[in-house]
């Protein structure tokens, strides 16, 4: 532990909140160089980003947060930030994140209520203050699992297999943009959303990676979320769900099925994406806690592509020369049903 980090983290509390009465408590996490602490002082509680220059960049979670505060969507407010020292105290929002909500009889309630801020997020013209979810950003993803999957399974894809790749990819990321393009948070999941004590809204976190780009990415991220699974029916009524109230901008010259289509689209390229990530979290930074996952994910591929005959070709290439390495190396996913 950095003690001169300490001391300096110590004084700038003291200034901030006029008093040096307060407790400090680290919490356990696994962000690159970022360490957050809980800080109270007397019974209110605020968090401490500790994000040291050199090795974190915080301008773009501040420049975020607060466009986003100033447009109501419900992230914490900035109760004062020293950017040169890498210092932000945050509102404290508690504890509790949706994925330790969700069960059977509850799920319907607070997905009701994460769409209808996904929509007012969605609202809001951020196309000057976000990149753009571009063409080369959505393949380059999915060549993650070209990169990192396929090598850590020892296949290696014939050029009739590379090439049916490549189209099969560019076949998903013109999907995407061909969608309405809109702010997308871009980890919009059950274990980024909290439950705030007293408030309807959601809590949302962790979206310094927000762009713009398809209005049906957050909708997949959370009732496709890669931590847990609902029956296939009950995600696309959730779908249906959203689509309701979607402004008619979204809908034109596009029904409900077309709508589905997207989603689904959108889906099995964040799919292909995250597997290439999983394996990469292992391979590369030696975090193992995803591989139990992978099997889930690889499942979603495989259930969100069987309506769809233009990825038929590629699905045959998972199934045949994918899937018996995989299931030996990381496992069959058992489905819930």
Known sequence: MNTQREQLIQTWITSVLGSDQFEINFLAGDASFRRYARIKLNNKTFMLMDAPPEKEDCVPFVTIDEF?????????????????????????????????LLKD??????YAQSFKQLVQLQSIDGKSHFPEYAYEKLISEMELLTDWMLPSLK??????????????????????????????HRDFHSRNLMKIEGETDLG?????????GADTYDLISITR?????WNPERVYQWFKM?????????????????????????AIQRHIKILGIFVRLFERDGKSGYL??????????LEESKAY????????????????EFEAKYGKYEVVA
């Open 309 to 324: 005959a233009e990825l038929q070709p590629f699905m045959q290439f998972i199934h045949n020369r994918v899937m018996p």
């Open 155 to 184: 296949i290696q894809p014939t050029a009739d297999e590379q090439a049916l790749i490549k189209r099969s990819f560019a076949i998903l990321a013109n999907a995407a943009l061909a969608q309405p393009q809109v702010i997308v």
């Open 225 to 229: 979320d890669a931590y847990v699974q």
């Open 68 to 100: 986003f505060d100033a447009h109501q969507v419900r992230v914490p407010r900035i109760v004062a930030k020293d950017l040169e020292q890498g210092f932000l105290l945050l509102e404290d929002f508690g504890d509790v994140l949706l994925s330790t």
């Open 292 to 301: 139990k996952d992978l099997p889930r994910v690889m499942w979603y591929l």
């Open 242 to 266: 959203f689509y309701d109230l979607l402004p008619e901008s979204a809908k034109q010259d596009r029904d409900f099925e077309q709508f589905r289509r997207d989603a689904d689209l959108m």
């Open 204 to 212: 949302v976190i962790d979206f310094q990676d927000a762009v713009i």
């Open 105 to 110: 009889e509850t799920v319907d309630e607070y």
